[in-house]
């Protein structure tokens, strides 16, 4: 079928972070491209799949599985489809590349005295309800880091910023509990550390979630090409970063990056 301006308007939810602003866009996108009025909601974490659980979203994008989100998502899962992911996103703890690696290659390293030394001991992250501050705050506990004066406290994206910011340009040590995708990897050539423990969950499938009520009013050629759309987390951090670094709005990265990553429709 060829897109119609009669298409029923659809509500879109992310995440109130960057990120997710970036992948939701491109749905947006992919929406309006077949005669869809959007309308976008953004919330914290357990808001958005609330909002969803009571019929205020249609799709929400995205879903970080099973790590991450499934908490919020089981409680209506059998009332939504999920797609196939856009993405595969992960959590890790990071230091800026001139933390010699001889010295902080591991979560655990971070306790030895020549390490805790150095290391700033306030470690900030975004708001409690993310699957990567749920795990850091476990973290802490896990490796014995409170003993040692560390602490880990979630915060607002804008602040979660402007702390990195602040420590790269003063070349601090710190260590930042952060995902793939984000833009700040691309950035600063942020390391991860290695967390033999497992504590900061799998590598996860970024799925849009679409109520099984609204997949009757969506187009159906727009479900396919969702369902085929896949960014990577290389795409998400461009998009991410055309929007934090280069200041387009979240719908002018998406069209300059479809316009050059095409294939990313593969339906």
């Not at 929400?60 to 999920?82: E, F, Q």
């Not at 030895?112 to 802490?140: C, L, Q």
């Amino acid at each position: 079928m060829s897109p119609s301006r009669s298409e029923p308007t659809i509500t879109v939810g992310n995440v109130a972070l960057s990120f997710h602003r970036a992948a939701a866009a491109v749905t947006r996108r992919v929406l309006e491209a077949h005669g869809h009025r959007v309308n976008s909601v953004e919330a914290p974490h357990e808001q958005l799949f609330r909002l969803q659980e009571e019929g205020g979203i249609d799709v929400l994008v995205s879903a970080w599985l099973p790590s991450s989100h499934d908490t919020y998502l089981s409680r209506y899962r059998d009332r939504v489809r999920v797609l196939t992911p856009h993405y595969q996103p992960y959590c890790v703890w990071a230091v800026p590349p001139y933390v010699p690696e001889d010295e902080v290659r591991e979560v655990a390293d971070l306790t030895r005295p020549e390490v805790a030394g150095r290391m700033t001991k306030a470690i900030d992250g975004i708001n409690p309800g993310a699957g990567i501050s749920r795990f850091s705050a476990r973290m802490v506990d896990a490796y014995g880091l409170a003993e040692v004066g560390y602490s880990f406290t979630p915060g607002t994206e804008s602040g979660f910023l402007s702390r990195v910011e602040r420590g790269i340009a003063a070349r601090e040590w710190f260590v930042v509990p952060l995902w793939r995708p984000q833009y700040l990897n691309r950035l600063y050539g942020l390391r991860p550390l290695e967390e033999p423990k497992g504590l900061l969950g799998t590598v996860d499938d970024a799925s849009p979630v679409v109520r099984l009520d609204a997949l009757e009013h969506l187009h159906p050629d727009a479900v396919a090409r969702l369902d085929g759309l896949y960014l990577g987390n290389d795409g998400v951090e461009e998009i991410d970063a055309l929007i934090n670094v280069d200041g387009l709005t979240p719908l002018q990265a998406a069209d300059r990056y479809l316009a050059q990553h095409g294939h990313a429709l593969r339906a």
